[in-house]
């Protein structure tokens, strides 16, 4: 094989074997490299997603709460003793022979 200066390189095994061995070990390294900032970049943005998410969930919750509270004297009745009995004479026989 000719170098790029036009002289020829002789390869034995060892070379061929050393040259792959340090493609191998620069694939490998980049390889893991791009694993971890892959894996950081997703880690942050899928964080970054995961709480607009909840504090969407935690607004829409909050709104129907106080959209179910707005008036808190809505279901008030005027008169609080309107159900209840007070008279113990109501429905006493007095006369036992009617």
Excluded: C, H, W
């Amino acid at each position: 094989m000719l170098s790029p200066s036009g002289t020829a390189i002789a390869y034995n095994e060892t070379t061929i074997r050393s040259l792959f061995d340090y493609m191998n070990q620069q694939l490998l390294i980049g390889a893991a490299v791009g694993l971890i900032v892959g894996g950081l970049v997703g880690y942050f943005f899928g964080s970054a997603q995961a709480a607009n998410s909840i504090n969407k969930q935690i607004a829409e919750q909050e709104r129907s709460s106080a959209e179910a509270s707005v008036n808190p004297f809505e279901n008030v009745s005027t008169n609080p003793l309107e159900n209840v009995k007070t008279n113990p004479y109501e429905g006493v026989k007095t006369n036992p022979f009617e």
